[in-house]
């Protein structure tokens, strides 16, 4: 841990609260199951939220079971995902995850995750090729209900400019630093609200220091201003 963490975990708490002042608390969208959501994620993979959307939806209206998909021909699978990219990679690998599940658990459920602790469920869902941190996070805070913290692009991207991350340290160790920052009770809203204002305001290119409630905090704007 970095020597001057407990002033990293106030300064965390301080942007979680503005956040909360400026967008609200939000809610995920509507939860899903566990095998739902992280075929969902594994979709989201290097695209966004509406072709990922499109790609699970033709999914579910061709199949009625995840069973229907593990068992289908490989090439149906990559044709129905293909609006969502990397259909020739996401496709096998999808197929792949839902025998293993089955291969290991006799059924695809996850269900029995909740009672693993959270470093313990999320060894278990990485093991799986295709299933990083961020996607293995996503299952357990948003569809199991076990605290993680994940990191996305918006997140690394954000986190490295308001310095509540070493600038070395990558998207898979980001992780866990950024989840010894927050209460686990903070996570989700947390989450969804850093990846806001990576959307809306602190962008990849130009961010609209402007417009940002956290500019006296962010390690950036103290060092590039406007």
């Given at each position: 841990m970095p020597t001057n963490q407990p002033e990293l975990i106030i300064k965390a708490m301080e942007i979680y609260n503005r956040l909360l002042d400026r967008f609200g608390l939000p809610e995920w969208r509507d939860p899903l199951p566990a095998v739902?959501?992280?075929?969902?994620?594994?979709?989201?993979?290097n695209t966004n939220d509406r072709n990922r959307d499109i790609a699970f939806n033709a999914l579910r209206a061709q199949f009625p079971t995840w069973e229907a998909v593990r068992d289908a021909?490989?090439?149906?699978?990559?044709?129905?995902?293909?609006?969502?990219?990397?259909?020739?990679?996401?496709?096998?690998?999808?197929?792949?995850?839902?025998?293993?599940?089955?291969a290991e658990r006799g059924e695809l459920n996850l269900d029995f995750l909740k009672e693993y602790n959270a470093a313990d469920a999320q060894a278990w869902?990485?093991?799986?090729?295709?299933?990083?941190?961020?996607?293995?996070?996503?299952?357990?805070q948003f569809s199991l209900g076990i605290p993680a913290?994940?990191?996305?692009?918006?997140?690394?991207?954000?986190?490295?400019?308001?310095?509540?991350r070493p600038a070395a340290l990558d998207a898979n160790q980001a992780h866990p630093h950024l989840a010894a920052l927050f209460p686990p009770e903070t996570y989700g809203p947390g989450h969804l609200n850093l990846i806001r204002l990576g959307r809306e305001i602190c962008h990849a290119r130009k961010p609209d220091c402007p417009a940002c409630p956290l500019t006296d905090l962010c390690d950036y704007f103290q060092l590039n201003g406007t």
């Open positions: 739902d959501e992280l075929v969902s994620t594994i979709l989201s993979q021909h490989p090439q149906q699978v990559i044709d129905l995902i293909r609006p969502a990219g990397l259909g020739n990679q996401k496709g096998p690998r999808i197929q792949t995850v839902l025998r293993q599940i089955t869902l990485t093991r799986f090729k295709g299933v990083g941190p961020k996607t293995a996070s996503i299952v357990l913290f994940p990191v996305d692009t918006h997140i690394y991207r954000v986190s490295g400019r308001l310095g509540l």
